[in-house]
């Protein structure tokens, strides 16, 4: 879906909207409101399928004022849209509809909870048979490939219906559901006729995060993070779009529903769960140089049992080592802030990120900051800096390197220009200023991307 927003403003006309794929030169109009001098939405679907996958698509906004002799219409171009793994997210927190504020499920026998950190009204409990239904367009159908991420409880361990969508025949639906016998909460995947128990043992009334998976050939289930099977399938996944949380009589408790287009691989799925089970968010990250002094600040949103932060540094952006520790509020649900400061070497680029660890041991990392610091290679001086007949340039070289030498005078004109191979350490060079006039000039000597530049007055 794709929504403009007039905003406020006085004039009356009509707005249109449209797509173009892959530079086709052909502009296909999708939905068209009346503006007036109230705020005007216009909004359009494209279905699924009409847009190849890994197509540009490029919108475009006109808008026509009825006022002045013959209106005026005025083009908005080159919109483009990616289109991104997520098909849905949903957050529970107080609201039954996605983050885009669409989608929304049905509200009947349904409340909200605490969620899986104790936050308030930030879970959705279902208890009616019926479960709770969301049409969800652009879920993922056919054999084509997906991923549903999930955290869920139930009040029992066996018979409860987590989730499910697609038509009842052989593998049109694709879900999961606890098995109907015994006590363990295995986790079944549910296609119709070939449903495949993964087995395992995980326990009622505890928060548990399953992963299912499909590339277009294979079924993978995770649990808590870790894959616990896989299953070749050719499904055709069918019937409308409704996604169904819950139903018969036991309770199911959601905190957070991820709908994605691809099918994650291992590691992504394995951070799913760290990220999700670590009560710690970070609102900002930021790295900062004073000298050779790296001022690190970082703020949290909220923290759940948070015991401390390590700070790792790298030169590689790879391979890195904890060089400090801070201890972190621990429970909080209001902005905190921490720094860190740290003194770097003399390499030009410089990583850091933040280990952040709860009080039972989990951890995830942060995102990676780069600095990267302007190396001066050499040290320079001119003496005298008034002169009659010569100067001398001092120049001390980190490392051996080529150099030019230029004389200018102020308004810009190239008097003198001469290259020099530098050594490794100190050297003098003569600079013959005889044949120059009276008045002041600039001596500039480059290495590189560096410049350094002094004043000399010839008398």
């Known amino acids: 879906m794709f929504q403009y927003n007039r905003g406020v403003g006085s004039f009356t006309g009509n707005a249109y909207l449209y797509y173009e794929i892959n530079n086709s030169g052909t502009w296909v109009q999708i939905a068209s409101t009346a503006i007036n001098v109230n705020c005007n939405t216009v909004s359009a679907t494209i279905n699924q399928g009409v847009v190849p996958a890994g197509a540009l698509v490029k919108f475009r906004m006109q808008t026509n004022w009825n006022g002045g002799v013959g209106g005026t219409s005025v083009f908005i171009d080159n919109f483009k849209a990616i289109q991104q793994p997520f098909v849905s997210v949903y957050n529970f927190d107080n609201s039954y509809n ?27 409990k279902i208890t009616g048979s019926a479960g709770s239904t969301a049409n969800i367009p652009l879920i993922p159908k056919g054999n084509n490939p997906r991923t549903i991420s999930i955290w869920y409880k139930t009040s029992v361990n066996n018979s409860t219906l987590i989730f499910s969508y697609g038509a009842a025949a052989e593998n049109q639906m694709f879900g999961l559901y606890l098995a109907t016998t015994g006590n363990n909460g295995n986790p079944n995947f549910q296609c119709f006729v070939n449903d495949k128990n993964f087995g395992g043992t995980y326990a009622a009334n505890t928060w548990h995060h399953a992963v299912i998976t499909f590339d277009g050939s294979t079924v993978k289930m995770y649990m808590n993070g870790i894959l616990i099977g896989t299953q070749a399938y050719t499904l055709n996944t069918g019937g409308n779009a409704d996604f169904k949380l819950g139903g018969g009589s036991n309770t199911l408790t959601v905190d957070n529903l991820d709908i994605y287009s691809v099918a994650l691989d291992d590691n992504e799925v394995a951070n799913l769960y760290v990220y999700g089970n670590l009560p710690v968010e970070l609102s900002s990250f930021t790295a900062q140089l004073s000298n050779r002094t790296t001022n690190l600040l970082w703020s949290s949103a909220t923290e759940i049992n948070t015991s401390h932060f390590d700070i790792e540094y790298s030169n590689n952006g790879s391979e890195f080592a904890k060089v400090g520790s801070v201890q972190a509020q621990g429970n909080s649900s209001t902005a905190k802030q921490y720094s860190y400061q740290h003194t770097i070497n003399e390499q030009p680029i410089h990583f850091y990120r933040l280990k952040m660890v709860d009080k039972d041991g989990k951890f995830a990392y942060s995102n990676i900051v780069r600095l990267k610091v302007t190396v001066k290679f050499f040290e320079a001086s001119v003496y005298p800096t008034v002169v009659t007949n010569a100067a001398t340039l001092s120049i001390t070289s980190k490392e051996k390197g080529n150099a030019t030498i230029t004389v200018t005078s102020m308004d810009g004109k190239r008097m003198l220009q001469k290259n020099i191979v530098l050594i490794e350490g100190s050297q003098t060079i003569p600079l013959h200023l005889e044949n120059l006039t009276k008045g002041s000039y600039i001596v500039s000597i480059r290495v590189n991307d560096s410049i350094e530049s002094y004043t000399i007055i010839k008398q």
């Open 98 to 124: 996605d983050t885009l504020g669409t989608n929304s499920f049905s509200a009947a026998n349904t409340s909200f909870v605490a969620d899986r950190f104790g936050n308030a009204n930030s879970a959705l």
